[in-house]
């Protein structure tokens, strides 16, 4: 057996796992009552699982307008509505984690998952906010599984400039393999976030974004 296939025999022997939301959560207040709670390697051991959603997922491509501005989206998506079948169990208990955590903030649980793939550092999405529904108006979360290659997601005010309560003028958060970010409170109506493109040799990645009922 030579040492590649031993390698990718201990990596399949790895079980993949969801750990718990709140170990090692970290939370940045961005000001106007918006905030991102960052949780590396949330799941661990999904290369398989990327590799099947790459692989399964009904992916198609996504050149238009969206959310409130004219928006480049060199990107494939598959939007799962609620009630749809995920394309792997886990993300049923990804999503189920994810509403007992957050309920007490939350109020109402997780119920749809948007499904994008950046196939290189070419694809990307622009400045916007999930603003489509009731997020235009109310406080939601958006919670975000990020798989396969690394990927920056950038956050600025969306109105330019720094926000009262905040630290922040801007912020750029690297996604790894595994790694869960949720963006909280006023953060898409007072923010704006991007996968910006990447002259970087990077290979593709999986981005599963889990929303409440009413918001896109
Ligand atoms: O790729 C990501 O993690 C972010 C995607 C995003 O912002 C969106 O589809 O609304
Ligand atoms: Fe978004």
């Known amino acids: 057996m030579d040492l590649m296939l031993q390698g990718s025999l201990l990596d399949l022997a790895e079980e993949m796992a969801l750990g718990e939301v709140g170990a090692d959560l970290h939370r940045t207040e961005l000001g106007a009552g918006a905030w991102v709670d960052v949780r590396p390697g949330w799941l661990s051991a999904g290369d398989e699982l990327f590799a099947e959603l790459v692989r399964s997922v009904p992916w198609r491509a996504e050149r238009r307008k969206m959310y409130d501005s004219v928006v480049d989206v060199p990107r494939l998506t598959k939007f799962y509505a609620a009630g749809e079948r995920l394309p792997h169990p886990i993300l049923d208990a990804a999503r189920l984690a994810l509403s007992v955590h957050y309920a007490p903030e939350l109020g109402e649980p997780f119920v749809t998952a948007g499904l994008c793939l950046y196939r290189d550092g070419r694809d990307s999405v622009a400045w916007h906010g999930d603003r489509i529904g009731r997020s235009n108006d109310v406080d ?11 990927r920056t997601l950038a956050l600025r005010p969306r109105d330019g400039g720094g926000l009262p309560g905040s630290r922040h003028k801007s912020l750029r958060l690297p996604l790894a393999h595994g790694d869960l970010v949720v963006m909280g409170g006023s953060c898409q109506r007072t923010w704006d976030h991007a996968i910006p493109k990447t002259s970087e040799p990077v290979g593709p990645r ?3 974004q889990f929303r409440v009922a009413g918001v896109r």
Do not use: C, N, Y
Not at 140 to 150: D, K, Y
């Open 206 to 208: 999986v981005s599963v």
């Open 140 to 150: 939601t979360m958006v919670a975000i599984l990020s798989l396969g290659s690394p």
